[in-house]
């Protein structure tokens, strides 16, 4: 079970990652981005607006956490999408701000978690029904998503010749002290 400091790092991590990412595909003209590449979501649009979706179907989700968390209390008015390949925007720009907003109230819940919120189970409904999980687990989930897609994302660029950079999360983990 993750603690609350890994979470705290993920979503730090992640956000960090998301902003990369928008800026590398800013480099791209239009209609390259929205050019089928042949990968799970079509085109490098393609695949940020399936993470955007999947991160707000999640974050839906976890609203029914039994702590309330005052963080999610924002998803109120972002409307789940039909499906995981939502076009919640065909322009760069407009997708960001909502990437942007998603990645704010990810790091809010990561501030606002405790090592007990982790290890409760959360009930949701998913396309094959009822669940229950730890929610610690599901959000390693949510990251590990992200993760799996934001690296298709980057193959994408790489074929643009954008190259993102360095992605590994070890250069995120703090250095701990040798006593």
Known sequence: MPTREDIVLLASYNASMNSRLYAAAAALPKDALSADRGAFFGSVLGTLNHIVAGDTIWLRRFMGHPSDFSSLQAMAGIAAPAGLAYPYSDDL???????????????????????????QPLSYRN?????????????LHLFNHQTHHRGQASTLLSQFGVDIGVTDLLGWIPETSRH
């Open 127 to 139: 396309s094959r029904g009822e669940s229950r999980k730890h929610f610690g687990s599901l959000l």
């Open 93 to 119: 720009d407009s997708l960001r701000e909502h990437r942007v907003r998603l990645d704010a109230i990810i790091e809010a819940l990561a501030a606002e978690l405790s090592d007990g919120d982790l290890v």
